[in-house]
């Protein structure tokens, strides 16, 4: 019994270091980008930074692009061009499909 007690402590101090170190907090976020300006091949998303608090450019993607896998350690940054949305079982931007391809990441 002592052992589940020290073990569920020892979890919860884990927990609650990483869970600070980790958790974004738009109120402790200086944006450095207000007056962002995107390029042509770029897309301004509103709160489109990591923690969702800042606004970001992300890369346009384009019928026949590859799509950037969502998955690989780095945020997806990249959105579909309007009446396209990727399908990543084909890993490129079909032309057929209506919605924009959106990641919600950090959402629940």
């Known amino acids: 019994m002592k052992n589940l007690i020290l073990a569920t402590i020892?979890?919860?101090v884990v927990y609650q270091?990483?869970?600070g170190m980790l958790l974004c907090r738009c109120d402790k976020?200086?944006?450095d980008n207000e007056n962002l300006v995107c390029s042509?091949?770029?897309v301004l998303v509103k709160n489109g930074s990591y923690?969702?608090?800042c606004d970001d450019c992300y890369k346009k993607i384009y019928?026949?692009?590859?799509?950037?896998p969502p998955f690989r350690g780095v945020p997806f940054k990249a959105r579909c061009v309007d009446g396209l949305k990727c399908d990543l079982r084909q890993k490129n931007a079909p032309k057929s499909l209506l919605n924009n391809y959106e990641?919600?990441?950090l959402r629940g």
Request: glycine share 4%; aromatic share 12%; hydrophobic share 30%.
């Open 17 to 19: 270091a990483v869970h």
């Open 103 to 105: 990641l919600e990441f």
């Open 10 to 12: 020892v979890f919860y």
């Open 29 to 31: 976020v200086k944006c």
């Open 63 to 68: 019928e026949g692009d590859t799509c950037t």
């Open 51 to 53: 923690c969702r608090c």
């Open 40 to 42: 042509d091949s770029e």
